[in-house]
């Protein structure tokens, strides 16, 4: 029984494969309703695998169930919206799912680093980018995809090579209940490790000791790496402004402002 | 608490469903939506690891990823708005004289 998980996997992808390709824009119009209804009960197919072979079963599951649903079909709908401003929305809604779920994992530092940064900082770059390159109407860029069928073969037979070593995944022994760490990890600490029954609110402390501890190289990197990408940010879109003529004679650099006219 | 097997799942699934908009949209600001998409099943994969092992070391990694995350959205919002100022439209097809 357990050995079949593999190709039900592998059915269940390729029906949420033809779910994205039916909701994809086309020329002739997305059969949204059958997309929808599809791709609702792929979703409800891959957690009901979950709920048998990958989850205990256990009552607070259910907002693992719930979000991983909200933010597969918002994933979904970002793909396949015509229009790139609700593509901005629904993505907004899946980086909430994520957070929830990382909150379910007890990584809330970064569940909330996560809604700062993304539908802080980066929604609203998108927001004004959409803003500023908008084009009016229906156009072609928005309601015709470019080879549907083989992006969903290629992207679905990746997630299928995924989805088939999972069996292989559960065979790894999981030291789940804050267990030391035995096997020595070159950053591995006793402040690092997770301890699953500890019920202070979140590791806050332990990340913040182990950024700046083992990591401290990675995060000075991060810094120099974000410094580059705003020079070149700034040098990619910058706009060249011509020059205007007026007409008057330009002052030698060094006189410039030295000798302003009374008013 | 679901095992971390479950998340990769999920994780797989939503970086599938990124890399079919990445290649399957022509609008060049969803395409790099999409590539946020792919961002978000790495971030539950990483954290996921992480649990697995009984490590925070997924959680920081998690952290860097929002850096590389919001170093793309910069520079690849920048090179959407040189593109449109270029040709006036945002279809990536229209970038394609390169491809041969």
Same mark, same amino acid.
């Given at each position: 029984?357990?050995?079949?998980?593999?190709?039900?996997?592998?059915?269940?992808?390729?029906?949420?494969?033809?779910?994205?390709?039916?909701?994809?824009?086309?020329?002739?119009?997305?059969?949204?309703?059958?997309?929808?209804?599809?791709?609702?009960?792929?979703?409800?197919?891959?957690?009901?695998?979950?709920?048998?072979?990958?989850?205990?079963?256990?009552?607070?599951?259910?907002?693992?169930?719930?979000?991983?649903?909200?933010?597969?079909?918002?994933?979904?709908?970002?793909?396949?919206?015509?229009?790139?401003?609700?593509?901005?929305?629904?993505?907004?809604?899946?980086?909430?799912?994520?957070?929830?779920?990382?909150?379910?994992?007890?990584?809330?530092?970064?569940?909330?680093?996560?809604?700062?940064?993304?539908?802080?900082?980066?929604?609203?770059?998108?927001?004004?980018?959409?803003?500023?390159?908008?084009?009016?109407?229906?156009?072609?860029?928005?309601?015709?995809?470019?080879?549907?069928?083989?992006?969903?073969?290629?992207?679905?037979?990746?997630?299928?090579?995924?989805?088939?070593?999972?069996?292989?995944?559960?065979?790894?022994?999981?030291?789940?209940?804050?267990?030391?760490?035995?096997?020595?990890?070159?950053?591995?600490?006793?402040?690092?490790?997770?301890?699953?029954?500890?019920?202070?609110?979140?590791?806050?402390?332990?990340?913040?000791?182990?950024?700046?501890?083992?990591?401290?190289?990675?995060?000075?990197?991060?810094?120099?790496?974000?410094?580059?990408?705003?020079?070149?940010?700034?040098?990619?879109?910058?706009?060249?402004?011509?020059?205007?003529?007026?007409?008057?004679?330009?002052?030698?650099?060094?006189?410039?402002?030295?000798?302003?006219?009374?008013? | 608490?679901?095992?971390?097997?479950?998340?990769?799942?999920?994780?797989?699934? !939503? &970086?599938?469903?990124?890399?079919?908009?990445?290649? /399957?949209?022509?609008? *060049?600001?969803?395409?790099? +939506?999409?590539?946020?998409?792919?961002?978000?099943?790495?971030?539950?994969?990483?954290?996921?690891?992480?649990?697995?092992?009984?490590?925070?070391?997924?959680?920081?990694?998690? !952290? &860097?990823?929002?850096?590389?995350?919001?170093?793309? /959205?910069?520079?690849? *919002?920048?090179?959407?708005? +040189?593109?449109?100022?270029?040709?006036?439209?945002?279809?990536?097809?229209?970038?394609?004289?390169?491809?041969?």
């Amino acid at each position: 029984m357990s050995s079949m998980v593999p190709y039900i996997l592998y059915v269940l992808f390729a029906s949420g494969g033809a779910a994205i390709y039916l909701a994809m824009p086309k020329p002739s119009g997305s059969q949204r309703q059958a997309a929808l209804i599809l791709g609702v009960s792929v979703i409800a197919g891959l957690m009901g695998l979950m709920s048998m072979h990958f989850v205990a079963p256990n009552s607070n599951n259910l907002f693992f169930y719930l979000f991983a649903g909200v933010a597969v079909l918002a994933a979904g709908r970002v793909v396949t919206h015509p229009e790139p401003t609700y593509s901005a929305v629904y993505f907004a809604l899946v980086i909430l799912s994520v957070a929830v779920l990382l909150v379910i994992q007890r990584a809330e530092f970064l569940a909330v680093a996560l809604i700062i940064i993304y539908a802080g900082a980066i929604l609203v770059t998108y927001a004004f980018v959409i803003m500023l390159a908008q084009q009016s109407g229906a156009v072609a860029t928005n309601t015709q995809a470019r080879e549907p069928m083989m992006a969903i073969l290629v992207s679905f037979v990746i997630a299928g090579a995924i989805a088939g070593k999972i069996e292989q995944l559960d065979a790894v022994p999981v030291r789940l209940q804050g267990q030391a760490v035995t096997q020595a990890t070159d950053v591995a600490d006793t402040v690092a490790t997770l301890d699953e029954n500890d019920s202070r609110s979140g590791h806050t402390r332990a990340i913040g000791s182990l950024m700046f501890g083992p990591y401290l190289i990675v995060v000075e990197l991060s810094g120099i790496l974000l410094l580059i990408a705003m020079v070149g940010a700034i040098a990619i879109s910058r706009k060249q402004v011509p020059i205007e003529d007026t007409g008057e004679p330009r002052l030698p650099v060094g006189q410039i402002g030295r000798e302003a006219p009374p008013f | 608490m679901p095992e971390p097997s479950s998340y990769i799942l999920l994780g797989a699934v !939503l &970086f599938a469903i990124g890399m079919v908009g990445f290649l /399957a949209r022509r609008n *060049l600001i969803v395409m790099f +939506l999409s590539t946020e998409i792919m961002f978000q099943g790495v971030v539950l994969n990483v954290v996921a690891f992480g649990r697995m092992h009984g490590q925070l070391s997924g959680n920081v990694y998690g !952290l &860097f990823m929002l850096v590389i995350a919001a170093v793309e /959205a910069g520079l690849a *919002l920048g090179l959407v708005v +040189l593109l449109y100022r270029r040709k006036n439209t945002l279809d990536a097809e229209s970038w394609s004289a390169m491809s041969g």
